[in-house]
């Protein structure tokens, strides 16, 4: 099996496997959701290296063992994606996205077309007229967010994430509460939050469908936060995508079901790469 490896750039802290023969495959760049890290990947980076691609998941600046960079800002994170792309001089990659990775993801595609090979988008927006759930309104609202966030405690937090997953349990939990032990992690959350206004979406309406990439919309059937309708609305708007609905998992997809979230992916990715071989 290809080793996975935790490695530091310029404060970024990320998963890396890298095949031990350069198949000269696309690599994949995988982007987390909230409240969790790179460490959510874990499964989908290794089963990559062992198809022989290389595979990063980064922490989101301010989560999980990533230096904090405020402000914490949807736009910051877009350029924090970005910066890392080139320190590590990746030209082109396969993006994986999920939840706030979605909505961070996505929005850096958009801007940087010629970056993208491919898409495997889950449970997650990319609408105008997007609606935040209970949880995202509280974390918005000024001083009730600061409250929330302040009386969470290690234990409660894993409690409340294994009420949603039956992956997560409190070794996981654990991984995510990092970015909950700084100040500096805990101002981040409501710095993204706040700056997530869905009319900002607007001037990307149409974008995914013209990068015309080969796009992968996989998702939780019974999603709570992001209900399968989304799903099947990026189906209609991305021409040519395939759409896979993981029966039983909920938001949490890669968590529910991680080894068939993995293959997914990976027969995915590998479906597309002999496709373009076959072309003239």
Same mark, same amino acid.
């Given at each position: 099996?290809?080793?996975?490896?935790?490695?530091?750039?310029?404060? %970024?802290?990320?998963?890396?496997?890298?095949?031990?023969?350069?198949?000269?495959?696309?690599?994949?760049?995988?982007?987390?959701?909230?409240?969790?890290?790179?460490?959510?990947?874990?499964?989908? !980076?290794?089963?990559?290296?062992?198809?022989?691609?290389?595979? %990063?998941?980064?922490?989101?600046?301010?989560?999980?063992?990533?230096?904090?960079?405020?402000?914490? =800002?949807?736009?910051?994170?877009?350029?924090?994606?970005?910066?890392?792309?080139?320190?590590?001089?990746?030209?082109?990659? /396969?993006?994986?996205?999920?939840?706030?990775?979605?909505? %961070?993801?996505?929005?850096? /595609?958009?801007?940087?077309?010629?970056?993208?090979? /491919?898409?495997?988008?889950?449970?997650?927006?990319?609408?105008?007229?997007?609606?935040?759930?209970?949880?995202?309104?509280?974390?918005?609202?000024?001083?009730?967010?600061?409250?929330?966030?302040?009386?969470? =405690? @290690?234990?409660?937090?894993?409690?409340?994430?294994?009420?949603?997953?039956?992956? %997560?349990? @409190? =070794?996981?939990? /654990?991984?995510?509460?990092?970015?909950?032990? =700084?100040?500096?992690?805990?101002?981040?959350?409501?710095? #993204?939050?706040?700056?997530?206004?869905?009319?900002?979406?607007?001037?990307?309406?149409?974008?995914?469908?013209?990068?015309?990439?080969?796009? #992968?919309? #996989?998702?939780?059937?019974?999603? !709570?936060?992001?209900?399968?309708?989304?799903?099947?609305?990026?189906?209609?708007?991305?021409?040519?995508?395939?759409? !896979?609905?993981?029966?039983?998992?909920?938001?949490?997809?890669?968590?529910?079901?991680?080894?068939?979230?993995?293959?997914?992916?990976?027969?995915?990715?590998? @479906?597309?790469?002999?496709?373009?071989?076959?072309?003239?």
């Amino acid at each position: 099996m290809t080793q996975v490896d935790q490695k530091t750039a310029n404060g %970024i802290a990320y998963l890396e496997a890298v095949p031990a023969r350069d198949a000269g495959l696309v690599p994949a760049l995988c982007l987390h959701g909230f409240p969790e890290t790179s460490h959510m990947w874990r499964h989908v !980076v290794a089963a990559l290296g062992d198809s022989g691609r290389r595979a %990063i998941a980064l922490d989101l600046p301010g989560f999980g063992d990533s230096r904090p960079d405020p402000p914490g =800002t949807w736009e910051r994170h877009i350029d924090a994606v970005e910066r890392f792309r080139r320190h590590l001089e990746l030209e082109r990659v /396969a993006l994986i996205v999920h939840d706030w990775g979605g909505l %961070i993801g996505l929005r850096w /595609a958009c801007e940087h077309p010629d970056a993208v090979a /491919a898409l495997v988008v889950s449970n997650t927006g990319f609408f105008p007229d997007g609606k935040w759930h209970g949880m995202a309104r509280a974390l918005r609202t000024p001083g009730e967010g600061e409250r929330l966030v302040g009386a969470m =405690t @290690s234990e409660g937090f894993a409690q409340m994430l294994a009420a949603v997953s039956r992956g %997560i349990d @409190s =070794t996981v939990a /654990a991984q995510y509460w990092k970015t909950f032990e =700084t100040e500096g992690g805990r101002q981040g959350v409501l710095d #993204l939050y706040r700056s997530g206004d869905f009319e900002k979406l607007e001037r990307y309406e149409g974008k995914l469908g013209e990068l015309d990439v080969p796009t #992968l919309v #996989l998702w939780g059937e019974n999603d !709570v936060f992001a209900p399968v309708a989304g799903a099947h609305r990026f189906k209609r708007e991305i021409p040519g995508s395939e759409l !896979v609905v993981v029966a039983g998992a909920g938001h949490f997809v890669y968590s529910d079901e991680p080894q068939r979230c993995a293959r997914e992916i990976v027969r995915f990715l590998d @479906s597309e790469q002999a496709a373009e071989r076959s072309r003239p």
